[in-house]
């Protein structure tokens, strides 16, 4: 027996312009108004003064800034968990720490030179921010002062400007969301022009950098040796920082290595 066919069901009629009253007169027949939303009145103040009525679409505004700050929250606990067990957390915060202590400074000798100069925050991160710094940190010294005083010769490598770039950029993703109203806020470091161009023009010195280093090794520069105390303060921290006391053979190991390279270093040759 054939399957009986799905009965379709009618279209809906077009509202009608027209009707008939209860005298079976022709009257207008007006469209169904939409049904509206219920508004929550909120209870009045303190002061006594009612406050304005949640709509629902205020209050699902409000709902979904709590899931977003929720979500952001779970996102943060569970970086700083991946982190713990790491040096990227700790690293990435030291690259913050000394963005932000400089550019503070930095703004307070601007505004020092010009008074009519306006400080502006060290956050949100931005690559405009983020270049002047990188001009700064490509150019310091790389140890700003030893403990003899002197200044050193030496200055940052390639993969240290990159780690700086990586932390901020970290910084600046993880907190964007507090500043939406701020559109250079939203703009990925590493996908800025001026970021990219101090990237390429570090790599590119980097192997003069390099050959520089070596020139001051070799010369026996105060800013590029190894004192007698730093020696003595490295030989102690190999015995005294492992783990376990099954473990000091390999802070035996660590400080015969470090005696042996020092003590050829020093005599300036190869022989025993």
Known sequence: MPATPARLSAPPLPHSPYRFNANNEVVDNPAPSAPSLPSVVAPATSD????PPITHATGLERSLAELEAESHAIREAFTAEEQSDKATGPTYA???RNYEHWWNTSQGH???DDPSHTIMPAFPITAAKVTVFLEYEMTRPQKRKREDGTDSTA????SDVKQVISALENRRLSTQHNYLDNPAAQIGLHQDYRIQKLESAAEHKEPARVKMAHILKAKGTNADTFTS???IKCSDWCLTDFKGPTNIWIGLRDRGMLLTSCSVAFRGDGTW
């Not at 006594?48 to 406050?51: E, F, N, S």
């Not at 200055?155 to 390639?158: D, L, N």
């Open 48 to 51: 006594g003064a009612p406050t």
């Open 155 to 158: 200055t940052v490598g390639s």
């Open 94 to 96: 030291h690259h913050v």
């Open 110 to 112: 601007r505004q020092n």
């Open 229 to 231: 105390a730093d020696v």
